[in-house]
């Protein structure tokens, strides 16, 4: 049985292009036999502090209540990643970037020994074996354009913690004259995709 955590990051709820396009690509993946894990950055989700990050440099044993709380969303994040097979980021674009929660999640991910490391010859990603499915949705800003941020950040990050097999599943311009075409596009993509 393989796992598929979903990381949506839409603000929106009731009509989010990227949350039904992840929807869609989960249930396409899940199948019969394969378990979902849905993790909702807009909910729960804090930003990384001076003190957060010291105690999720501790060994569990040596922390303090306080610190083991301070790491418990970290170090959760970090265990469904790690065993997670596939994964499918909801990726809104925000101001050309990300929205702040997924940036957060990064932050919230990226951690030393875990899931990099430094070595002589660089920084090596620690995550193995997983396949990324990113589904980009802007309002008109194109993928992979001189102002798109979004996109190749994210590559570059899940490629930096050891997640190098990522397809990008795109509908950008949703706002466009266009934009139902690029959703429909987006769709077809998914039913097409060889899992
Ligand atoms: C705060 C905010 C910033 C946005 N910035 C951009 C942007 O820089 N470029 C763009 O093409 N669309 C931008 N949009 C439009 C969204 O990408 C678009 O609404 C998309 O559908 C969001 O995905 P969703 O439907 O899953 O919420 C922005 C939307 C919001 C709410």
Same mark, same amino acid.
């Given at each position: 049985m393989a796992k598929i955590l979903v990381i949506d990051s839409s603000v929106r709820f009731n009509s989010s292009t990227s949350r039904e396009l992840t929807g869609i690509l989960a249930d396409r993946i899940k199948g019969d036999a394969n378990e979902v894990i849905h993790r909702d950055l807009t909910r729960g989700i804090h930003f990384i502090s001076e003190q957060s990050l010291n105690s999720v +440099?501790? =060994? =569990? +044993? $040596?922390?303090? !209540? $306080? $610190?083991n709380e301070l790491a418990a969303l970290s170090d959760s994040l970090i265990e469904e990643l790690e065993l997670a097979d596939y994964l499918i980021i909801g990726a809104p674009m925000y101001n050309f970037g990300p929205p702040a929660s997924l940036k957060a999640w990064a932050d919230l991910v990226a951690r030393v020994k875990r899931t990099f490391e430094y070595t002589d010859n660089g920084p090596v990603g620690l995550l193995r074996n997983k396949k990324a499915f990113v589904v980009v949705v802007t309002g008109g800003t194109g993928v992979n354009s001189n102002i798109d941020f979004m996109t190749p950040w994210l590559r570059h990050f899940l490629a930096f913690i050891g997640i190098t097999n990522v +397809? %990008? %599943?795109?509908?950008?311009? !949703?706002y466009g004259n266009d934009g139902e075409e690029k959703i429909k596009f987006a769709k077809e993509k998914i039913g097409s995709l060889i899992i």
């Open positions: +440099e501790k =060994l =569990l +044993e $040596e922390r303090t !209540v $306080e $610190e +397809e %990008i %599943i795109s509908a950008d311009g !949703v």
